[in-house]
């Protein structure tokens, strides 16, 4: 509505407000003695103000309007793009892509361990008497680390050995006999088979005697007891040396008690089997936990061992990856304590899937021969899990993203056509556009994206010198406006 307009409508109704009738109080006395009244006076300044909010009001809509319909019709009908003056082109640069070998990873963060980890505990009761090795040392398997006092073990190796002298001397033996060792040449059983065997003969003969009435029925039952009686302590011989012969090995079995206590006041390294790697059969002591002179008890933990130079990273993978990692498989490892990645290869995979983080663990063999790592540290990995001889990838500088939307500008023959693109592999330099596919050779926009959308025109700066005014004029246009929020150029 025109300004004119608005102020007549105003004036006239205003003009058909009814002023009341004037009170004494509604007089507002003047120097020269005379009087004017107020009300009147309040209303020729409320009428001037509704005419001013009137005016600024027409004014702002009328803006607004021409403003926005201007605008629209800019934006319906834009020009063909051969109508269009270089002038009125945004000047970009581009760059065409590059297609590169690229090696495609799975990264993921774990910590290092030792490639098996031993605490040696003391398996007998005794004061520590002697330390062979400290913190740090590189000891073979077999060799003795500590010792504690022999003496207690000694004395009951003694008393064990003794009792077993005593029960062979006792029944004869030689050697501790065995189980399956014939018992009927020891002098009793011998001798109790030999009366048994005499008073069988001295029967057979009253029986034939009785035949003639050489012997009389009494002695004949004399000798058939005889015999029984004889028979039976042979038996009882023979079990008693069979009781011997058990007692012999029970007494050697606590001698063999005795000796392993004897030989386990030396504390040694173990023998590790789980390697198959010659490198890696020794030990390094990573914590020694007594001193001389302390008293141990059995269970008490003595010293902590790590083997070998090789490592074990344990490594959480996302269940996505879990049929392209395979055992094998090459892996490249970086930590804050080396600046030369590490090689490794993947050992081992977890079968199954922690619920809780939806993750599986795999194992990585370290080689760590320079002793540059160690258990403990924090490693970030990538396996190698394929990778691709003719890889599409743009420099850094042509990839724009905003609000988490990738995407790239392609120059087809003077217009910008927008691509929303998924990323691959990325470096300092370029990035891996994964899919879609670009077409082959073709020339991205590098510079100026921001400013960009599907179907603009565009001119590629070709001459630093001809192109300088343009640029110079676009970069202070960029530098005046504030930056989109989440867009990188």
Not at 96 to 116: D, K, W
Not at 199 to 212: F, G, P, V, Y
Not at 329 to 338: K, P
Request: glycine residues 6%; negative net charge.
């Amino acid at each position: 509505m025109p300004s004119n307009l608005i102020e007549r409508e105003f004036s006239k109704q205003l003009s058909q407000v009814h002023e009341p009738e004037l009170l004494e109080s509604d007089v507002e006395p003047l120097p020269n003695g005379n009087a004017r009244p107020a009300t009147k006076t309040r209303l020729s300044w409320l009428r001037l103000g509704l005419l001013c909010i009137g005016l600024f009001g027409s004014f702002a809509l009328g803006w607004w309007l021409a403003t926005h319909q201007s605008q629209q019709h800019e934006r319906i009908s834009l020009p063909p793009s051969d109508m269009i003056n270089d002038s009125d082109k945004f000047i970009v640069t581009s760059t065409s892509v590059r297609y590169r070998p690229v090696e495609r990873f799975v990264e993921a963060v774990g910590t290092l361990h030792a490639f098996e980890e031993v605490t040696l505990s003391a398996k007998q009761e005794g004061r520590v008497l002697k330390i062979h090795y400290d913190l740090s040392s590189v000891v073979k398997p077999g060799e003795i680390l500590l010792e504690l006092d022999p003496t207690d073990a000694k004395l009951a190796y003694d008393q064990a050995e003794r009792a077993v002298q005593t029960e062979l001397a006792k029944w004869g033996f030689k050697d501790v006999p065995t189980e399956s060792e014939d018992l009927q040449k020891l002098p009793t059983v011998v001798s109790a088979r030999l009366k048994a065997e005499l008073a069988q003969s001295r029967l057979q003969r009253m029986i034939l005697l009785k035949a003639t009435n050489a012997v009389s029925a009494e002695d004949l039952e004399q000798a058939k007891s005889d015999t029984l009686v004889q028979e039976s302590e042979w038996q009882n011989q023979l079990l008693t040396a069979n009781s011997a012969a058990a007692t012999a090995r029970l007494r050697n079995a606590e001698l063999a008690i005795a000796n392993q206590r004897l030989q386990d006041i030396s504390i040694r390294a173990p023998i590790p089997s789980a390697t198959t790697n010659a490198n890696d059969g020794f030990y390094t002591i990573s914590e020694r936990l007594v001193s001389e002179g302390t008293l141990v008890r059995s269970g008490t933990d003595v010293f902590t061992l790590v083997m070998g130079r090789t490592l074990k990273l344990k490594l959480s993978v996302p269940e996505s990856y879990n049929g392209q990692v395979r055992v094998g498989q090459s892996v490249s490892i970086t930590t804050g304590a080396s600046e030369t990645p590490s090689k490794g290869t993947v050992a081992r995979i977890s079968p199954v899937i922690d619920r809780s983080t939806r993750t599986f663990l795999v194992e990585v063999d370290v080689p760590n021969e320079a002793l540059a790592l160690k258990p403990g540290g924090f490693a970030k990995a990538k396996i190698l899990i394929g990778s691709d001889d003719r890889a599409t990838t743009i420099p850094l500088s042509g990839l724009y993203s905003f609000a988490g939307i990738n995407k790239v500008f392609i120059d087809e023959n003077g217009i910008a056509r927008e691509i929303k693109v998924t990323l691959g592999e990325q470096t300092r330099e370029w990035v891996e556009i994964a899919s879609p596919k670009l077409p082959e050779n073709a020339s991205v926009v590098t510079s100026g994206q921001r400013f960009l959308s599907d179907g603009v025109a565009i001119a590629v700066r070709a001459d630093e010198a001809t192109s300088a005014p343009k640029r110079e004029k676009q970069e202070k246009q960029e530098k005046q406006e504030q930056p989109l929020v989440g867009g990188t150029r």
